[in-house]
């Protein structure tokens, strides 16, 4: 099953170089939103490579996993830290993939449901009400 995602992946915008990355990185820790989207749009193509490449075997739609892992990349942008000494694409990588795991524990006991029923009458421990 390929996600539109996959389909119109060459309509994502080129990474951009590495050094305009870290130079957009460190505006965006000055606060400029500006440079934070740029940021985001120019790396989406990560997203849909690690989602491909690591949870394409998945019960999910690989457009949803693709959005959650966007997520993933938000929240790398947002707390980025330079003077960690670690590359910008290891740790968005491990953002998006600790999102995407975290989601994919989160629904584990969702993914056997043949009903919004059976979701909605459940309590927290399992049990029907």
């Known amino acids: 099953m390929v996600g539109n995602a996959l389909r119109d992946i ?6 951009i170089s590495k050094k305009e990355l870290y130079e957009l990185l460190a505006e965006v820790r000055n606060g400029n939103t500006e440079a934070r989207e740029k940021a ?3 790396n989406m193509r990560l997203v849909v490579y690690r989602v491909y490449l ?13 959005s959650v ?18 590359e910008f694409t290891t740790y968005a ?3 998006i993939d600790n999102i995407i795991l975290n989601f994919l524990q989160v629904n584990k006991k969702y993914q056997e449901v ?16």
Do not use: M, W
């Open 10 to 15: 060459e309509k994502l915008p080129e990474r």
């Open 40 to 42: 985001i749009v120019h």
């Open 54 to 66: 690591r949870f394409s075997n998945t019960n999910y739609d690989i457009d949803d996993l693709i």
């Open 69 to 86: 892992g966007n997520l993933g990349l938000l929240n790398a942008v947002d707390t980025y830290d330079i003077e960690k000494g670690i």
């Open 93 to 95: 990588v491990r953002c």
């Open 114 to 129: 043949r009903s919004t029923d059976e979701v909605l009458y459940y309590d927290t421990k399992g049990i029907q009400d």
